[in-house]
T-cell receptor, first 114, second 115 residues
């Protein structure tokens, strides 16, 4: 799986959009970008994933650059409950990766300020 | 919606004892994964099972073993426990065999403390 690089920490004001960047310059053509978050000591929570098109769900939006070497997770209206470690993970997805385990990097500790 | 169930949620053991952690996947999910997260660390993949067969293997110690049963639940067996085994253990499941993608959904974890 391709490696990812994320800033170790970020702050965001409550109510504002939180934009979390991820670099994955060695991503392969069949690899998806997945985002998970982990609120302190809870199980990682799936947020969103995408291959090359931008994706949106009820939690967040995922913007992937045209060359697919980087992406941005957007939480449109951050709340205090969004304070967590956010992990960007690149892997072969949608059944192409089989039952392969996820490789968690260091992630970004997002702190939402009141 | 139903989630992954793990039991017990907390477990305290002495060194050299054994422990068994259980994982009940989301209904219709046929694939389970085990992860270990030590204090201050990121989750590390241990092992996975698809249709009751071991599928992928990560950094699982030889003292640990796991299996998946006919009802798709899984158990992680840990023997000769060491202080360093104290960690959160997460189970995840995915609907791999149902062509619904392989997104992994995590349980709440079991906190194992070895004294």
């Amino acid at each position: 799986d391709a490696k990812t690089t994320q800033p170790p920490s970020m702050d965001c004001a409550e109510g504002r959009a939180a934009n979390l960047p991820c670099n994955h310059s060695t991503i392969s053509g069949n690899e998806y970008v997945y985002w998970y978050r982990q609120i302190h000591s809870q199980g990682p929570q799936y947020i969103i994933h995408g291959l090359k098109n931008n994706e949106t769900n009820e939690m967040a939006s995922l913007i992937i650059t045209e060359d697919r070497k980087s992406s941005t997770l957007i939480l449109p209206h951050a709340t205090l409950r969004d304070t967590a470690v956010y992990y960007c993970i690149v892997r072969v997805g949608d059944s192409g990766g089989g039952a392969d385990g996820l490789t968690f990097g260091k992630g970004t500790h997002l702190i939402i300020q009141p | 919606a139903a989630g992954v169930i793990q039991s017990p949620r907390h477990l305290i053991k002495e060194k050299r004892e054994t422990a068994t952690l259980k994982c009940y996947p989301i209904p219709r999910h046929d694939t389970v994964y085990w992860y270990q997260q030590g204090p201050g660390q990121d989750p590390q993949f241990l092992i996975s099972f698809y249709e009751k067969m071991q599928s992928d293997k990560g950094s699982i110690p030889d003292r640990f073993s796991a299996q998946q049963f006919s009802d798709y639940h899984s158990e992680l067996n840990m023997s000769s426990l060491e202080l360093g085994d104290s960690a959160l253990y997460f189970c995840a499941s995915s609907p791999l065999g149902h062509s619904e993608g392989d997104t992994q959904y995590f349980g709440p974890g079991t906190r194992l403390t070895v004294l």
